[in-house]
């Protein structure tokens, strides 16, 4: 049950990170994906390990976000026609088609991986390819690959357990966060 | 002491060290090649694992350092790499105010390089994919500048590199099995797919090589050709650790017809598209491209040879593309551009630089007395053994680049005009010089180089055997 709400969880948000352009809602919804993440994670770790995915995302959520704050990241939010959003759902609902129907097949090559953590792992994947593929902003494309990155780990937890790797893709994740935040920094004129 | 103390946690110390003192060039310069100049003496003098004397003092390398439950272990069959990528990072450091790049660059650079290292040194060696990753995002404030908004291909870059990773540590879980037997054809199939991918992204095989181009125009052409030289390089010597630990790979022919395939695909596309560039940055970024096909073939004529081909081309490939950025720097300093309606009549203006470009162009394309010549002769004659076409394509793909070089001088020769700037400094004016001397002498007596090189395989012990 918590592991369906949690695909559930990845696939809405990750879904929404596509449509929603103000970078409030898109840091908010990033963090609760990260819940999703961990709950599938936790399939496969201990809790106490499962949980540093979740405060590595928020993590990065919080560098990304922070970035946003203030005067420079008012004059950042991005506008974007009914008929561009109506694209990035129907583009999305269509990556969902995908992952649903080929997920059982996809699932039988991976042994030891749950069927709900291929059902988000590769929505969290597919999700995230569009994410980048529809974009040249830079938060926008590290949210993406933070997203691939996302569903790539509720895989790769199902047959690795190491301590060390865990620990590697922290920091990844959040080296990624701050390679994000960094130019965010760069691309914004300093307030005056 | 430990060999990853010594290699991998003094030179990440001087990290922060480093950013702190940013503003004092001159003081980062001197401690950037003195870290980087000590710790490429060591990796040439100090044996690991046996007791050396060095004057007064008696010390022994430990090899490996747990952490974690798994290692960073450094052999002394693996001297030779860290002495080259020491020296690499050294001369690359040492031209970093003759190529007036920004300030971060000699800290960030240095800790590009100690992940790069760890990549060399952490087992299981399917690790080294995360390393490579910390040191892509590294590279990212050394190529898009405080102040500079992020361009496309900065963007492109990371997007490929970070999509790489997953691919080789999936791929690493899946050939567990293969190797253990218990994989039918078509797990061995799939897992060969990710693998192919995992490169593929990585090394910016085709058809995923369109950042590199752009990257080598929009970003410092001395920083996007320390990234272009030392990453590629890495990531080879990465993927031959592959074939050397997994003996269903390296037995396997198709793989080599592949990477025949995809090798000359890079050479003849790469050169031909250097045919049409109208921007000096560009043109070096496709001869990346056609440097890591010529790496690919080298690797696909194992049987004949190849490795010793492989190790070989690494000093003509770093030394060209330092000479070719730090020349592109210095016209870049002075005109402000690199596009051929900026350059035009540069041959009066700056003698020195465009000769050493052109030197350093022609020696990346082949041609005889330039330190890649006796390799990709060699290379070139072993692979028309093997397939007289792809051989054909090669031979066309390196005449392209030799006409591009003469495209370029042709446009560096174009309206002459007068200068009012100040002449080039000396530390530019040397750099390139000796660099130049360098291609030329490896060009001259390749076998004084060659045996040295091939230390760099004997990590291999599969593949030599």
């Not at chain 1, 506008?79 to 059982?104: C, E, K, N, Q």
Request: positive net charge.
């Amino acid at each position: 049950m918590a592991a369906n709400l949690a695909v559930g969880t990845v696939i809405l948000t990750a879904s929404a990170l596509l449509v929603i352009r103000d970078w409030r809602w898109t840091i908010g919804i990033f963090a609760l994906q990260y819940v999703g993440v961990m709950v599938l994670v936790q399939l496969n770790w201990p809790l106490g390990m499962a949980l540093v995915k979740l405060v590595v995302g928020w993590m990065a959520g919080a560098a990304l976000g922070l970035t946003q704050v203030g005067p420079a990241g008012a004059g950042h939010e991005e506008s974007s026609w009914p008929s561009t959003r109506l694209f990035r759902i129907l583009s999305a609902g269509l990556i969902i088609l995908v992952v649903f129907f080929l997920s059982p097949k996809v699932a039988f090559w991976l042994p030891g991986v749950a069927l709900s953590q291929v059902y988000g792992g590769f929505g969290l994947i597919g999700l995230g390819l569009l994410q980048i593929g529809m974009t040249a902003r830079p938060l926008r494309v590290v949210i993406g690959l933070l997203t691939i990155l996302a569903g790539f780990e509720i895989l790769y937890a199902a047959v690795e357990l190491s301590v060390l790797v865990a620990g590697l893709l922290a920091a990844v994740n959040l080296m990624l966060a701050l390679v994000g935040s960094y130019l965010l920094n760069t691309s914004t004129e300093p307030a005056s | 002491m430990n060999a990853a103390v010594l290699w991998l946690l003094i030179p990440l110390a001087m990290v922060p060290l480093l950013v702190l003192f940013s503003m004092r060039q001159r003081v980062i310069t001197v401690v950037g090649c003195l870290v980087t100049g000590l710790l490429a003496a060591a990796a040439w003098q100090i044996p690991i694992g046996e007791v050396a004397r060095l004057g007064p003092i008696t010390l022994k390398l430990e090899p490996s350092l747990l952490v974690l439950g798994r290692s960073l272990s450094f052999h002394d069959h693996d001297r030779p790499v860290l002495l080259l990528i020491y020296l690499f990072a050294f001369g690359w450091f040492a031209g970093a105010r003759a190529a007036r790049v920004h300030p971060l660059f000699i800290p960030l650079g240095l800790g590009m390089v100690v992940f790069l290292v760890a990549a060399v040194a952490v087992e299981p060696f399917l690790y080294a994919a995360l390393f490579i990753e910390m040191a892509v995002l590294f590279s990212i404030p050394i190529l898009s500048p405080v102040g500079t908004p992020p361009k496309p291909g900065i963007l492109r870059y990371l997007i490929f590199q970070t999509l790489g990773m997953p691919f080789i540590l999936f791929t690493g879980w899946m050939l567990t099995g293969v190797e253990a037997g218990s994989a039918d054809l078509t797990s061995v199939i799939r897992a060969s797919v990710m693998l192919g991918l995992g490169f593929a992204f990585l090394l910016a095989v085709f058809p995923f090589y369109t950042w590199i181009p752009l990257l080598a125009e929009q970003a410092h052409p001395y920083l996007a050709g320390f990234v272009l030289s030392l990453l590629p390089s890495i990531t080879l010597l990465f993927g031959v650790s592959f074939l050397d630990n997994y003996a269903w790979l390296r037995t396997s022919p198709d793989l080599y017809v592949i990477l025949r395939i995809t090798g000359t695909m890079m050479v003849i596309t790469g050169g031909a598209w250097t045919l049409f560039q109208r921007h000096l940055g560009r043109i070096m970024g496709y001869a990346v491209i056609v440097e890591t096909g010529f790496s690919l073939l080298a690797i696909s004529l194992m049987g004949v040879g190849g490795l010793n081909l492989f190790a070989g081309l690494f000093l003509p490939r770093l030394l060209g593309f330092a000479v070719w950025s730090l020349a592109l720097a210095v016209i870049r300093d002075r005109v402000g551009s690199l596009e051929f309606t900026d350059v035009k009549g540069c041959t009066r203006r700056m003698p020195l630089a465009v000769s050493c470009l052109l030197l350093a162009h022609l020696s990346v394309a082949g041609m005889p007395l330039l330190a890649s010549f006796p390799l990709k002769y060699s290379l070139i004659n072993s692979l028309g053994a093997q397939s007289a076409s792809a051989a054909f394509l090669v031979l066309l793909g390196s005449l392209s680049l030799v006409i591009s070089a003469i495209q370029v001088l042709a446009v560096f020769m174009e309206n002459p005009v007068r200068d009012s700037n100040p002449p080039q400094k000396w530390p530019a004016s040397f750099l390139l010089s000796a660099g130049a001397a360098g291609l030329l002498v490896i060009g001259a007596v390749p076998h004084v180089f060659l045996p040295w090189l091939a230390g760099l395989l004997k990590a291999f012990e599969h593949l030599l055997t």
